[in-house]
T-cell receptor, first 115, second 116 residues
Framework: KAGVTQTPRYLIKTRGQQVTLSCSPISGHRSVSWYQQTPGQGLQFLFEYFSETQRNKGNFPGRFSGRQFSNSRSEMNVSTLELGDSALYLC??????????????FGEGSRLTVL | AQKITQTQPGMFVQEKEAVTLDCTYDTSDPSYGLFWYKQPSSGEMIFLIYQGSYDQQNATEGRYSLNFQKARKSANLVISASQLGDSAMYFCAMREGRGATNKLIFGTGTLLAVQP
């Protein structure tokens, strides 16, 4: 069974550009959540989706947005990139909207560098 | 207030010895779940073990066990017989049961170095 797949794995952008990251959850999983990991702030929750609906959103500016498609794949977009957006972006998938079994798995992440 | 506290920024352990990584949590929700993840230098978050707040027994997964002390709000990870490949960052995380959400709150992590 394939795991959570995130693309691209690495990317470099310049300030002011925008970026789109993709996450394909484990087959059958309908919940996808996104996290940003930086050395200074640690792991911070961005947003989560279940059946194409955003269920929860973290404390990030409106430049960060996301969506989920009918096949459960999810994308997140960051517009007008800033240097501080350089981070590892991690996606997690789960079968249920509220997992209570520990079935919450992460992808390998997309490492974004903003120059 | 920190909801997940990992007080050990870094730890050393000798190969083949056991090691305990500390995690305390804070929640008023009676229903919650506690996770431990391992993050090697490659960046991926590898799921290790899960403990639900209503689980009667401490969770175990191979060499990993979770020492769950509900009254003390602690969920320490015990790794038995450490291996060199266990060297990584370890994160404790909590999912609060309030609402239909899979949002995890993470601790700051513990960097474990296994020495030969």
């Amino acid at each position: 069974k394939a795991g959570v797949t995130q693309t691209p794995r690495y990317l470099i952008k310049t300030r002011g550009q925008q970026v789109t990251l993709s996450c394909s959850p484990i087959s059958g999983h309908r919940s996808v959540s996104w996290y940003q990991q930086t050395p200074g702030q640690g792991l911070q929750f961005l947003f989560e989706y279940f059946s194409e609906t955003q269920r929860n959103k973290g404390n990030f500016p409106g430049r960060f947005s996301g969506r989920q498609f009918s096949n459960s794949r999810s994308e997140m977009n960051v517009s007008t990139l800033e240097l501080g957006d350089s981070a590892l972006y991690l996606c997690a998938s789960s079968l249920r909207a509220a997992d209570n079994t520990g079935e919450l798995f992460f992808g390998e992440g997309s490492r974004l560098t903003v120059l | 207030a920190q909801k997940i506290t990992q007080t050990q920024p870094g730890m050393f352990v000798q190969e083949k010895e056991a090691v305990t990584l500390d995690c305390t949590y804070d929640t008023s929700d009676p229903s919650y779940g506690l996770f431990w993840y391992k993050q090697p230098s490659s960046g991926e978050m590898i799921f290790l073990i899960y403990q639900g707040s209503y689980d009667q027994q401490n969770a175990t997964e191979g060499r990993y066990s979770l020492n769950f002390q509900k009254a003390r709000k602690s969920a320490n990870l015990v790794i038995s017989a450490s291996q060199l490949g266990d060297s990584a960052m370890y994160f404790c995380a909590m999912r609060e049961g309030r609402g239909a959400t899979n949002k995890l709150i993470f601790g700051t992590g513990t960097l474990l170095a296994v020495q030969p």
